[in-house]
Structures are given as structure tokens and as C-alpha cells.
């Protein structure tokens, strides 16, 4: 029983001194299946008071118990300590102050491009426009023959057109959505079809990449009186009430009579300018009554008539906000583009 009871008190001692050095929640879970697991030296002497003497079992037993409640009631004052210090480091560090101010985000904005696109749109869905897309990749057949564009046009000329390869091309217009529709749907037909068109051109008022809207009016006496209406009322609407409008003739393969649309200059009113080079007219637009040759090839009616008219949206976009060069719509400048929000 001596033997027993040094044993006892010098485990209890190596235990006091040992959960002395627990700090932590994890390390007294350690702790707890060394003093108190199956591999524990206290197991192990539960176990040996079998091979006791009878009378000496229950003395033994009582003594080790003792040490055993005595360590848990140690364990489980310690657990309560830590665990209080824990929420209270949990509440100091994860603390919200709601009063604090939000950061601010810089706002992103439509690019000059979209802007005048969706004002474009805005302008013609109230005269019953629908919106028609269509690939940038286009059959050759569809950006040139069927819009009356003959084999020998210069248009055709590699130095303009970007060859995919055999008969495949970047469009070089959105008049072949023009085609398509037609040939797909019978009239009347009312559509503006925006898109990115491609050229081999470089400079100051040419970009290899640019957007341009077409609209197409078909039906049963469409006449030229229309045409002119439709230009005039949107002359108004995208650059101010006082504007005005001129027609002078020109030509295109797909248009039959052809003609330029001028509108007032924007920067001098009519007066005469730098930038109107003193016509007081600044050039906006190619249009004209569809060429028949064009139905034909759509097979549609002898009977229905119709116009259309095509524009680049950065040449307007840099006659409403007066910019320079259209090559600074694609550098993607930060500064530049801060001017449209
Ligand atoms: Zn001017």
C-alpha cells in the first residue's frame, strides 16, 4: 500500500505540473487522453488492483478515484477558463463596427460607342425599327453579290476587304443583315442592324475595326419623301432641334438613286468652320432607294420599293462629343474614356 500511495503522489505531482503548462483548449485535450485515456499510468493502476490482495482492493480503489476526480475537477475548471477567454478573444478581434463609413467604388460607364448605339436605337423604336443582327463573318456572296456589288467593284479590292479565305470575308458593311433579312422574310420590312464592320484602313478617321447601323424600309409605296423624312426627324433628335438637313447625290452599288446626307455643322451651327471646312455642312450618312437589282436577287416582288441608309457610330459619336481622331474610341485610355460617364 506504501508503494501505492508514493506511486499515487508522484503521478498526482507530474499532473498538477503538467496542466500548469496547458494555455490552450487544443493542448488540454492532449492533456486529457495522457492523464486520463487508456494508455494512461492511472488506467493502468485501475487495472493492476485486480492482482491486489482482497482486502487491500478497496483501499486502492478509493485512493486512485480520488486522484482521478481530483484531476478531472482540475480539467474541467481549467476548460471553463479557457473557454471564456476564448469568447472573449473571439469578441475583441471579430469585432464590426457598423458606425464606420463604406468604401466608395469607382463607377464604370457605357463606352462613346455604345452611348450613341443605344441612342441610335432609342431615336428609330418608336418608328417600329426591329433590331437584326448578324455574323461578322460573312459568305462573300452575301457582303457583295447580293447587294448588287459586281465582281470588278474596287470595293471588292484586297487593300480594303480582309480575306478569311476563299470567298470568306469580315464584312465590310452591316448591309448584308439587309440581304439576309429579305431573303428570309417577306415585306414589309422595317429593320436598323448595328454592328462591328471591318476595313483595311489605318488613320486619323479610319479604324481597321468600327461599328455601323443600317436601316432598311421595305413595303408597297415607300417613296423617297420617306426616306428623307425619316433622315430629317432623326437629324433633329440626335443633334438638336435647329438642325438641318441636305441630300446631294452619290453612289452606291446597292442603292438606286443614291444620295449623301449633310447635316448642319455642329461646331459653328451653319456658320462656316474649321472642321465643317466653312460649308457650314458636316456629312453624315450614305442612303437611298433600294436598287431593284437587289429585290431580284431576294426574290422579292416587281411591286414593293424601299430605302436604306448606313452610318459609321463613331463619326457620329465624334461630331456630338467634337473628338479628333476616331483611333482614340479603341486605346482603351482611362482618361479618355472618364469624359463619357
Ligand atoms: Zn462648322
Not at 490552450?24 to 495522457?34: A, M, Q, V, Y
Not at 431580284?296 to 461630331?319: H, Q, S, W
Request: neutral net charge.
Amino acid at each position: 500500500m506504501l508503494d501505492l500511495n508514493s506511486k499515487l503522489s508522484s503521478l498526482e505531482g507530474a499532473l498538477k505540473a503538467e496542466l500548469s503548462s496547458v494555455k490552450d483548449l487544443k493542448s488540454l485535450d492532449e492533456f486529457k487522453i495522457k492523464a486520463l485515456g487508456k494508455k494512461s499510468e492511472l488506467y493502468q493502476l485501475t487495472r493492476n488492483i485486480g492482482e491486489l490482495d482482497p482486502a487491500q482492493r478497496k483501499t486502492a480503489g478509493a485512493l486512485i478515484n480520488k486522484l482521478k476526480t481530483y484531476i478531472e475537477q482540475n480539467i474541467a475548471e481549467l476548460e471553463a477558463g479557457l473557454k471564456t477567454d476564448d469568447n472573449k478573444n473571439k469578441l475583441s478581434s471579430e469585432v464590426l463596427d457598423i458606425t464606420m463609413p463604406g468604401r466608395v467604388y469607382p463607377l464604370g460607364a457605357s463606352h462613346p460607342v455604345t452611348q450613341v448605339l443605344n441612342e441610335l436605337i432609342e431615336i428609330f423604336k418608336p418608328l417600329g425599327y426591329s433590331i437584326a443582327n448578324g455574323p461578322e463573318i460573312e459568305h462573300e456572296y452575301y457582303n457583295f453579290d447580293v447587294l448588287n456589288i459586281p465582281r470588278e467593284h474596287p470595293s471588292r479590292d484586297m487593300q480594303d476587304t480582309f480575306y478569311i479565305m476563299d470567298n470568306v470575308v469580315l464584312r465590310t458593311h452591316t448591309s448584308p443583315v439587309q440581304a439576309c433579312t429579305m431573303l428570309q422574310h417577306t415585306p414589309p420590312v422595317r429593320i436598323l442592324s448595328p454592328g462591328r464592320v471591318y476595313r483595311s484602313d489605318y488613320d486619323v478617321t479610319h479604324t481597321p475595326m468600327f461599328h455601323q447601323v443600317e436601316g432598311l424600309v421595305v413595303d408597297r409605296g415607300i417613296k423617297f419623301s420617306h426616306l428623307k423624312g425619316t433622315l430629317l426627324y432623326f437629324a433633329k433628335r440626335m443633334f438638336g432641334e435647329k438642325t438641318s438637313i441636305r441630300l446631294r447625290p452619290s453612289y452606291f452599288p446597292f442603292t438606286e438613286p443614291s444620295a449623301e446626307l449633310d447635316v448642319t455643322c455642329v461646331a459653328c451651327k451653319g456658320k462656316g468652320c474649321r472642321i465643317c471646312k466653312n460649308t457650314g455642312w458636316l456629312e453624315i450618312l450614305g442612303c437611298g432607294m433600294v436598287n431593284p437589282n437587289v429585290f431580284k436577287y431576294c426574290n422579292y416582288p416587281d411591286d414593293v420599293t424601299g430605302f436604306a441608309f448606313g452610318m459609321g457610330i463613331e463619326r457620329i459619336a465624334m461630331l456630338k462629343y467634337k473628338i479628333g481622331d476616331l483611333r482614340s474610341f479603341f486605346e482603351g485610355d482611362v482618361r479618355f474614356l472618364r469624359q463619357f460617364q
